[in-house]
């Protein structure tokens, strides 16, 4: 990574593509009530600072972040349920398993998702 950015230092990143569409998305569920609104918020606060991070990292193991395996899951299934045809809406699974975060079970230990 490069070096740490604080409030005398910021760091100065121009939001990606990917980003934006993802934000644009969010607000527009919120707007129709599909969403809670708090949600959106939180949403695209994490997407904000989660992409500026990403522009940081020369590289990103996926093992150093952990989510629930629970949580892991539901996203795994959320993707294969994406628009697509059924080999696309696999390898968005596949690409979740691969470059997404770790789960974590109940116990607290690193776990292999089934």
């Not at 707007?31 to 992409?51: N, P, R």
């Not at 045809?85 to 690409?95: E, G, P, Q, T």
Request: one cysteine or more; proline letters at 5%; charged letters at 20%.
């Amino acid at each position: 990574m490069t070096a740490d950015f604080t409030a005398a230092n910021p760091q100065r990143h121009e939001m990606s593509d990917a980003a934006m569409v993802a934000i644009e998305s969010i607000t527009n569920a919120a707007s129709k009530g599909e969403i809670s609104v708090s949600h959106a918020y939180v949403a695209t606060l994490v997407l904000a600072f989660g992409d500026a991070r990403w522009d940081r990292m020369d590289s990103f193991d996926p093992r150093s972040v952990q989510i629930p395996e629970a949580q892991w899951g539901t996203i795994c299934e959320q993707l294969t349920k994406m628009k697509g045809s059924d080999i696309d809406r696999v390898n968005y699974a596949l690409s979740w398993m691969n470059q997404g975060p770790s789960a974590y079970g109940p116990n607290g230990h690193a776990e292999t998702p089934a």
